[in-house]
């Protein structure tokens, strides 16, 4: 396996910790299964299913049907009734079905909604924790908005769609799959298997863990890629790609450099696959 060497000079990232009480002790739990059939609009157009959710592990599966079976463990955690009883009041589902685009949204108090740029929420301490595991089988031609923020990964298995699928702190695997997209987490690692190699520009990115993406072999693609604390690897056979000098500028009488990316091709080159990570090795390797 070749190792890509590159210069690197410093990024910085700035993530604020979601969870300032992350250790306390709750004496109240209280738990729900929550099962729901939703149904795509009829017709052509494309399908796309979106999970907006705050505390908790999203777990999608493709199969050969047309609705969406969802699964959702409920748990509240709770220091008196009385938390109890305002955590069940103010964070429910919000659900939209019957739709091209089915949207399940965790509405909790201080929280916006999600997009591709942030995910946005006012944390406060209300004396209450609410996590929603989902379990999700979805039609596997379906493009995938998927978003959560503490205390569980997003796996997706099996679905061919365009994804677009963001943590906080926990990791990302998806396997089996065949669109193009982004995978995106702060603090956690991220594992991706194409089953057919993405037709678009992708992108791949960490602070914290390690980035292996399998493609399969007949991958042609050009790649931009970097990591400041880690190696790039791959077992592809690559060719260079021209590349800017990472040149020295002075500011405020220091030296100061930018960190650019570097560039390979593989193949003939074509979509733009990019590999960002930081504390952690990337790995561009071919499916076995």
């Not at 997706?156 to 998806?174: A, Y």
């Amino acid at each position: 396996m070749k190792k890509l060497s590159f210069l690197l000079t410093f990024l910085v990232l700035a993530v604020s910790a979601c969870r300032v009480d992350g250790q306390q002790r709750f004496s109240l739990e209280e738990r729900e299964t929550i099962r729901r059939t939703l149904e795509f609009s009829q017709g052509n157009a494309a399908k796309v299913l979106e999970v907006d959710n705050l505390q908790g592990e999203i777990r999608v599966t493709g199969y050969d049907g047309r609705n969406v079976e969802m699964v959702v463990n409920k748990t509240i955690r709770a220091h008196s009734q009385e938390d109890m009883k305002a955590a069940k009041d103010r964070v429910r589902l919000d659900i939209s079905d019957k739709v091209d685009a089915i949207s399940i949204y965790v509405d909790h108090p201080g929280r916006q909604r999600s997009n591709r740029s942030s995910t946005r929420s006012n944390w406060s301490y209300p004396g209450y924790e609410v996590s929603f595991d989902f379990e999700l089988r979805v039609p596997r031609q379906t493009e995938l908005h998927l978003w959560t923020v503490t205390d569980g990964g997003i796996r997706v298995e099996g679905v061919v769609g365009d994804f677009d699928v963001s943590n906080v702190t926990g990791g990302i695997e998806l396997s089996g799959i065949a669109g193009s997209g982004r995978a995106q987490t702060v603090n956690g690692s991220i594992d991706v298997r194409f089953a057919a190699n993405p037709a678009r520009s992708s992108s791949f990115k960490t602070v914290n863990g390690t980035i292996e993406v399998r493609f399969q072999r007949n991958l042609s693609a050009d790649l931009r890629f970097k990591s400041f604390n880690g190696g790039v690897y791959t077992d592809f056979p690559v060719s260079a790609l021209p590349t800017p000098v990472n040149a020295a500028q002075t500011r405020n009488g220091r030296f100061v450099y930018r960190n650019e990316f570097e560039g390979a091709r593989i193949g003939n080159g074509g979509p733009m696959l990019e590999f960002d990570g930081f504390n952690g090795d990337v790995r561009i390797l071919q499916a076995k």
